[in-house]
């Protein structure tokens, strides 16, 4: 049993076939690599991200069972394997999910979606002007109790509270499928950067 995200913001332990998994991290392997055999003559099963991964943060990085220099472009990808475990994540509704946020998204993909991310939270920060405006016209306190004021804003200021709670949810949802993105494709977290992906978010 292992702990996999099953929704934009969601996980739980899912039984997976051993063969399946990252060996290093646990996780299933959806892009699953070996090393060659001189590399690695146990031929354990690695995620392709988890070797970029090691990579990018050491540049002389070693492999982690066998403490040999890694050669990241060395790796061989397990195409038969793959394709097993594809059919597999078909065949289990719980791991559908995966095969949306482990894509590569072209450039105007991202700048697509980080445009709609921005959209997102501009309409959450109008709806809250908005919501704070009636509180200040009516009174917060006197929204709260019922029929003793305006029932028209009391009955505004509820629905703009659930907007506000829509809004938040959609946006929290899309910002946390732009972190799965980023992590587990390295196509993607360089996509990201090179339109300037942090420049949005500011």
């Excluded at 990252?22 to 354990?44: G, H, I, K, N, T």
């Excluded at 709260?144 to 703009?160: I, P, S």
Aim: proline share 3%; aromatic share 12%.
């Amino acid at each position: 049993m292992v702990w996999i995200i099953t929704g934009k913001m969601d996980s739980e332990m899912v039984d997976i076939p051993e063969e399946y998994l990252d060996m290093l991290c646990q996780e299933f392997a959806y892009d699953p690599v070996r090393l060659p055999l001189s590399e690695d003559p146990a031929q354990v099963l690695y995620n392709r991200t988890t070797l970029e991964t090691i990579w990018d943060a050491k540049h002389e990085a070693v492999n982690p069972f066998t403490r040999r220099p890694l050669d990241i472009s060395n790796v061989i990808p397990q195409a038969e394997l793959r394709q097993e475990m594809q059919r597999y994540m078909v065949n289990n509704s719980r791991l559908d999910v995966i095969s949306d946020y482990t894509r590569v998204l072209s450039e105007a993909e991202m700048r697509i979606f980080m445009q709609g991310l921005v959209s997102d939270y501009e309409r959450l920060v109008n709806v809250e002007e908005e919501k704070r405006g009636v509180e200040a016209e009516h009174g917060r306190k006197d929204l709260w109790q019922k029929g003793k004021k305006n029932l028209r804003a009391e009955h505004y200021w509820k629905v703009l509270g659930q907007k506000f709670k829509h809004c938040w949810k959609v946006l929290w949802q899309k910002f946390n499928l732009l972190r799965l993105y980023c992590q587990y494709r390295r196509e993607n977290r360089v996509v990201f950067c090179s339109i300037g992906g942090y420049e949005y978010l500011l």
